[in-house]
């Protein structure tokens, strides 16, 4: 639910984000809950449209039908359960374990820092539309243990913590240990927390833990390439946060090493490192995965203009239809679409449909700078 309410939001932005043009000017609406609209900016187009801002989600509100009760549900009943959870699991006592604040050992997957980062990210976006003191003073403690749990050279994993410490950065491939995965959650929960509070207090974590990986990863550095996408995805939102070009030098690093495995072990095809980035004609491999691929290539695209190959398979209905019969079929999560095309093996699957979601804003961004080149 709360991977849902993310979505929601970032749907709420995209609507914001509708477009329309005339004259030699662009003209960006936004619509409100009557639906009528109104216009927010205008700038002459007389030479090239190189970005396009967005109307901030803060300014758009669902006041009524579906999306309302979903989202009130998800204030109401399934952010503070989430933490309990959280709480009861040990996942955020690994916090504090990490930090030497509480005795203990880490509990639980090796994924378990992302969880409490995930439900960070889905709280800040329901304070900024509800507010609340309690969940905030809330929020603010959890923050501060993620901030205590962090070593002085940036580095925060707190299943590597401890008597892992020998083996970090070992895991990225093969036999992953979601390392990266995690550090991009918690970079990306940071920008929207910063985003939707105006505070750095988990921000300053994430630039601090970016550099540390930008330390280790990148041209003249070691050459390796995540298992998982997000990592690229966090380190895109923040550049777009702090405007600080390395960290998209670094996910354009890791995104276009994918298919250079010679001289590294390869994720193969289930993390789209078969080809490299630009002879990939189709999607391929693990879905979720591949969705986020999609869409951080698609930032890349907008940003330097790069039409990928892909982009056919990426509007063909046909291409759409069978991604959303995803193959979770045995213990692979792919993209079987050249195998499987019958609606009674679709299973829905949250994160491919919030990777949708994401996918057409980038799409949406790219097609208007496209038109005004």
Same mark, same amino acid.
């Given at each position: 639910m709360v991977l849902i309410t993310v979505a929601v939001c970032v749907m709420l932005t995209t609507i914001s984000r509708l477009c329309s043009a005339a004259d030699g000017v662009f003209s960006v609406r936004h619509y409100g809950a009557a639906g009528d609209g109104k216009k927010v900016d205008t700038v002459a187009i007389n030479k090239a449209v190189k970005t396009v801002k967005p109307v901030s989600f803060a300014d758009v509100r669902v006041d009524e039908g579906l999306w309302a009760?979903?989202?009130?549900?998800?204030?109401?009943?399934?952010?503070?359960?989430?933490?309990?959870?959280?709480?009861?699991?040990?996942?955020?006592?690994?916090?504090?374990?990490?930090?030497?604040?509480?005795?203990?050992q880490?509990?639980?997957?090796?994924?378990?820092?992302?969880?409490?980062?995930?439900?960070?990210?889905?709280?800040?976006?329901?304070?900024?539309?509800?507010?609340?003191?309690?969940?905030?003073?809330?929020?603010?403690?959890? $923050?501060?243990?993620?901030? &205590?749990?962090? !070593?002085?050279?940036?580095?925060?994993?707190?299943? #590597?913590?401890?008597? /892992?410490?020998?083996?970090?950065?070992?895991?990225?491939?093969?036999?992953?240990?979601?390392?990266?995965?995690?550090?991009?959650?918690?970079?990306?929960?940071?920008?929207?927390?910063?985003?939707?509070?105006g505070k750095r207090t988990m921000l300053d974590v994430a630039v601090k833990l970016a550099d540390h990986v930008d330390s280790i990863f990148g041209p003249g550095k070691r050459d390796a390439v995540p298992h998982h996408q997000e990592i690229e995805?966090?380190? $895109?939102?923040?550049?777009? &946060?702090?405007? !600080?070009?390395?960290?998209?030098?670094?996910?354009? #690093?890791?995104?276009? /090493?994918?298919?250079?495995?010679?001289?590294?072990?390869?994720?193969?095809?289930?993390?789209?490192d078969h080809l490299p980035v630009r002879e990939q004609s189709e999607i391929v491999g693990h879905a979720v995965r591949?969705?986020?691929?999609?869409?951080?290539?698609?930032?890349?695209?907008?940003?330097?203009?790069?039409?990928?190959?892909?982009?056919?398979?990426?509007?063909?209905?046909?291409?759409?239809?069978?991604?959303?019969?995803?193959?979770? $079929?045995?213990f692979v999560l792919g993209l079987f679409w050249h195998f499987i095309g019958f609606n009674w093996l679709c299973i829905g699957f949250d994160w491919v449909c919030i990777g949708f979601v994401f996918l057409d804003c980038e799409i949406i961004f790219f097609s208007v700078i496209l038109c005004y080149k």
């Open positions: 009760k979903r989202l009130e549900i998800s204030r109401t009943v399934t952010i503070p359960e989430c933490f309990e959870r959280c709480e009861e699991t040990g996942r955020i006592d690994n916090f504090a374990v990490a930090a030497g604040l509480k005795e203990g880490f509990q639980g997957a090796h994924y378990n820092d992302s969880d409490v980062y995930k439900i960070v990210q889905g709280a800040v976006y329901s304070l900024k539309v509800h507010p609340d003191p309690k969940l905030e003073t809330y929020l603010d403690g959890v $923050i501060a243990r993620i901030a &205590a749990a962090q !070593e002085p050279d940036g580095y925060l994993d707190t299943y #590597f913590m401890g008597e /892992r410490k020998k083996i970090r950065f070992k895991n990225i491939s093969p036999g992953p240990r979601h390392e990266l995965y995690c550090m991009g959650h918690m970079i990306e929960a940071s920008v929207e927390h910063y985003r939707m509070t995805s966090a380190l $895109i939102k923040l550049y777009r &946060a702090t405007k !600080e070009r390395r960290y998209l030098r670094l996910a354009q #690093f890791f995104i276009d /090493r994918r298919g250079h495995f010679e001289d590294r072990p390869t994720v193969t095809f289930y993390g789209q591949g969705m986020y691929h999609c869409v951080n290539i698609a930032y890349l695209s907008t940003h330097q203009l790069r039409v990928w190959p892909a982009w056919p398979a990426l509007v063909l209905p046909t291409r759409w239809g069978r991604v959303l019969r995803l193959g979770l $079929i045995g």
